[in-house]
């Protein structure tokens, strides 16, 4: 096509019925704020746990049922890790949807490396699933009861777009096209967290989105960390669960100048935030502290999975009310029975999340 006439042959191809959307590749990037620095000397989670209520709610818990998964969409991953390793599903099922290029993407099944030394996936994943009960540095929210599927959607250079975090929550659900190649995925996930967010509204991935909630999946993203009265995208879809970021009052994060907790009328609950221990980097028990909605976004993702494990326990399977559209709004209410506030606040939503309230057997929202 000629330099200057996408935009027409585009539209052309969608009035002659060839296509279904005309619109641009939209950029997303990952929500993790540049500053402080991430750093090794990290507090105890404790203080983090306390504001969700995270040790009460894991000794209303216990093994035996099949684990759910949270597919986690992000820069890559260090899977060798020992401490987080046990935590993840199969290999056969981890997919890289774009490669080293957004240009040229080169998909592959299999691995997730990340490009670089540092990753922001890794760090995400931690925090849902990070080994417990081991004598690692770090507990995982979900306490070794939910695997995290790992998929690759950013490149070298650090982007992704439309297709790659609409083909990864496809995947997610079970399968996906890219580049001609179809890629099955043996071990479906039932929560997908975006910690991530782009400025426009996206009217393909919209459509993807409204297509996997009918499916059953619950989506997770983060609100976004430019400190802006307008929660980020794909947050703001009605088809997803906003999260912005607490600092360790609880009050909306705010960590420097221009970076700070998105916040707005999408926004539906809020989660720690600020200096979030994490495994970012490749060594062995190496931890950081991490800022951003990033981290705001895997605490609920993982609550989430902790609510459907718990459902199994008592139903015999993730969604009591059966997989579907009425999923995404099922866990919605659920959450915010257990969440900080009756009404939402514009900077903190719902509020915190009580997940003792979540998986308690006697809260018929929950349940």
């Known amino acids: 096509v000629p330099q200057g006439q996408e935009a027409a042959k585009a539209r052309a191809l969608v009035e002659q019925g060839l296509a279904d959307y005309a619109q641009p590749e939209y950029l997303y990037e990952a929500a993790l704020a540049a500053v402080p620095p991430a750093n090794r000397q990290y507090p105890a989670q404790n203080e983090l746990f306390a504001q969700m209520r995270l040790e009460q709610a894991w000794k209303g818990l216990s093994a035996g049922c099949e684990r759910p998964v949270v597919a986690v969409a992000d820069t890559g991953f260090f899977t060798d890790r020992p401490d987080l390793a046990p935590n993840l599903t199969p290999q056969?099922?981890?997919?890289?949807?774009?490669?080293?290029?957004?240009?040229?993407?080169?998909?592959?099944?299999?691995?997730?490396?990340?490009h670089g030394g540092d990753s922001h996936g890794t760090a995400v994943a931690s925090v849902i699933a990070a080994t417990t009960n081991d004598g690692s540095m770090l507990a995982g929210v979900s306490y070794?009861?939910?695997?995290?599927?790992?998929?690759?959607?950013?490149?070298?250079?650090?982007?992704?777009?439309?297709?790659?975090?609409?083909?990864?929550?496809?995947?997610?659900?079970?399968?996906?096209?890219?580049?001609?190649?179809?890629?099955?995925?043996?071990?479906?996930?039932?929560?997908?967290?975006?910690?991530?967010?782009?400025?426009?509204?996206?009217?393909?991935?919209?459509?993807?989105?409204?297509?996997?909630?009918?499916?059953?999946?619950?989506?997770?993203?983060?609100?976004?960390?430019?400190?802006?009265?307008?929660?980020?995208?794909?947050a703001s879809s009605p088809y997803v669960l906003a999260v912005g970021a607490t600092d360790a009052q609880g009050r909306r994060a705010v960590w420097g100048n221009g970076f700070g907790s998105n916040y707005g009328p999408e926004l539906d609950f809020v989660a720690p935030g600020t200096a979030v221990p994490s495994y970012g980097g490749q060594a062995a028990d190496g931890v950081g502290n991490a800022y951003g909605t990033s981290m705001s976004a895997a605490f609920v993702s993982a609550t989430v999975a902790l609510h459907l494990y718990q459902n199994q326990r008592q139903y015999g399977t993730f969604h009591p009310e059966g997989a579907g559209s009425g999923t995404l709004e099922a866990v919605r209410a659920c959450l915010r029975s257990a969440a900080q506030f009756s009404a939402p606040s514009p900077e903190l939503g719902y509020g915190l999340i009580d997940v003792s309230k979540v998986v308690n057997p006697a809260n018929p929202a929950c349940n």
């Open 144 to 234: 070794n009861l939910a695997q995290v599927l790992p998929i690759k959607i950013f490149d070298a250079q650090g982007r992704t777009g439309t297709l790659q975090i609409a083909q990864a929550l496809e995947y997610a659900a079970g399968q996906t096209e890219i580049g001609g190649w179809t890629f099955t995925n043996p071990t479906p996930a039932q929560v997908v967290n975006l910690s991530l967010a782009g400025q426009a509204f996206d009217p393909y991935l919209e459509s993807v989105l409204a297509k996997v909630s009918a499916q059953g999946l619950v989506v997770v993203a983060a609100s976004g960390n430019s400190g802006s009265a307008s929660v980020g995208y794909p």
């Open 92 to 114: 056969s099922s981890w997919l890289d949807v774009v490669g080293s290029s957004l240009e040229a993407p080169q998909p592959r099944q299999g691995a997730v490396a990340p």
